[in-house]
């Protein structure tokens, strides 16, 4: 698998949840050779971003999710469950290998 | 490390809140009277849950109360407020909150160092426990040292 995900961890003010968030998924895709890389940003940088996949936190998924703007959303709400990330990123990977 | 920026005037401990939003302008205002935001920053921060949900409860009883950048951010600042009571952020799991850690930057990537600081610090399981039987500010302070010191 040479290709690289583009992810985007957002929140909305682009600073602290998502900061937070992007060390913690960075960490899982570090320690499992996820093909996954991140940038961090605002709802602003939302609308101009054209990856493969949005990372945020769960209230913010369900905003996106329903505006139907954003190919795969990854939704955590717990931001120290490595688990939490982990499983939801396997996911997102096995849909892009079907 | 985090408690390099912590400064005692920013940590409140034993505070009473009624809900989601005097706690979240409980644990501000030691960052809005030390100049580090202005009110309109502590505004922002509960228009934006107001419009947007809990973004900022990141785990079981925390939430990191901010704001955009743009809204009134002097200087990158960060403070540490423990309820008396927890209160509730219609944040499902999270719920309900207890530890406040109220937050400001000028640029969405100044202080990464300090988020990177304070994950591993909400990771490990000795922080909240040691923070919920601080009964002083520097017992908070002191907790974290002493925490920081053996990750």
């Known amino acids: 698998m040479s290709n690289t995900y583009r992810a985007l961890v957002c929140c909305r003010a682009g600073m602290g949840s998502s900061a937070m968030l992007k060390i913690k998924c960075e960490q899982v895709i570090n320690e499992e050779g996820y093909p996954i890389s991140c940038e961090q940003g605002s709802l602003e940088d939302l609308a101009k971003f054209d990856g493969d996949l949005v990372i945020t936190m769960s209230d913010f998924a369900e905003e996106l999710a329903k505006e139907g703007k954003v190919a795969h959303v990854v939704s955590i709400r717990n931001i120290v469950d490595k688990k939490e990330i982990k499983g939801q990123l396997d996911a997102f990977l096995a849909e892009k290998s079907e | ?151």
């Open chain 2, 1 to 151: 490390m985090l408690s390099d920026l912590l400064d005692e005037k920013s940590v409140r401990v034993g505070v009473a809140a009624d809900d989601w939003r005097s706690a979240v302008r409980a644990s501000l205002q030691p960052l809005v009277d030390d100049g580090a935001v202005e009110v309109g920053y502590v505004d922002d921060a509960i228009a934006g849950v107001e419009e947007h949900g809990p973004y900022f409860v990141v785990c079981p009883h925390v939430a990191l109360p901010h704001a955009r950048p743009e809204s009134g951010a002097r200087r990158a600042a960060l403070g540490v407020c423990v309820l008396a009571e927890p209160v509730s952020f219609g944040a499902g799991e999270n719920d309900p909150v207890k530890f406040l850690f109220p937050l400001s930057a000028t640029s969405a990537d100044g202080h990464l160092g300090v988020l990177a600081d304070l994950v591993n610090l909400l990771s490990d399981e000795r922080f909240l426990p040691a923070l919920d039987s601080a009964e002083t500010p520097s017992e908070v302070v002191e907790a974290i040292r002493t925490i920081e010191r053996s990750i």
